[in-house]
């Protein structure tokens, strides 16, 4: 089926840490992923995305791993900041003739000042 | 970014009544908007994907009869929940796209919390 699931539903770092947030998908035939930072009562930022044909993609302070092998995608923040406290999703875009994003389950970052 | 706006950001409303919720994408031309509910400390579920000009597609399990989902213009669309009950009370999220095949992530609005009392 099509689904994308995460291993940790919570994660706490002591701040200037780095923070790593795991992701499973299941739908071999995705060819793109997203991360997402939700704030308490707000909607999804997008933060970083990959493409299939990519296994790191890197931004400010975060890098997106993709491992096809696995299906597996990972999350890193680099000197973990107070700020990046919020629930992290991990989103899978399936092609069905137009293209839809499904969302997996979550993480919640807690970083300790 | 691209910015995606929805109104209202909050709504009450009485058991029985309907709620229309609006989803704006200002700066850009969205051919695919998308409707998400998320219940508290859950993930965001997809309920519909609705295309310019066309009937929106529903995601198994969720009612087309009570969530009515229109997308007359590239820049709006709306979901109207009908006699509202208490379990419908949920965060609701649109997101806009610009269309093609994998291409672009969507660009989400900021939510709306409907509580049916």
């Known amino acids: 089926g099509e689904s994308v699931g995460l291993h940790l539903p919570t994660l706490s770092v002591q701040e200037g840490d780095n923070s790593i947030i795991n992701c499973a998908y299941s739908?071999?035939?995705?060819?793109?992923f997203i991360w997402y930072k939700q704030e308490s009562g707000k909607g999804p930022q997008f933060i970083i995305d990959i493409r299939s044909n990519m296994d790191k993609r890197q931004g400010q302070r975060v890098t997106v791993l993709l491992n096809k092998t696995v299906k597996h995608l990972s999350l890193q923040i680099a000197a973990t900041q107070p700020g990046d406290s919020a629930v992290y999703f991990c989103?899978?875009?399936?092609?069905?003739?137009?293209?839809?994003?499904?969302f997996g389950a979550g993480t919640r970052l807690f970083v300790k000042a | 970014g691209a910015v995606v706006s929805q109104h209202p950001s909050r709504v009450i409303c009485k058991s029985g009544t309907s709620v229309k919720i609006e989803c704006r994408s200002l700066?850009?031309?969205?051919?695919?908007m998308f409707w998400y509910r998320q219940f508290p400390k859950q993930s965001l579920m997809l309920m519909a994907t609705?295309?310019?000009?066309?009937?929106?597609?529903?995601e198994q399990g969720v009612e087309k009869d009570k969530f009515l989902i229109n997308h007359a213009s590239l820049t709006l669309s709306t979901l109207t929940v009908t006699s509202a009950h208490p379990e419908d009370s949920s965060f609701y999220i649109c997101?806009?796209?610009?269309?093609?095949?994998?291409?672009?992530?969507?660009?989400f609005g900021q939510g709306t919390r409907l509580t049916v009392v």
């Open positions: 997101s806009a796209s610009r269309g093609g095949q994998g291409a672009f992530g969507a660009f």
């Open positions: 739908n071999s035939a995705s060819d793109y």
């Open positions: 609705s295309n310019e000009g066309s009937k929106a597609t529903y």
């Open positions: 989103a899978e875009n399936i092609d069905t003739g137009g293209f839809k994003t499904i």
């Open positions: 700066d850009f031309q969205a051919t695919t």
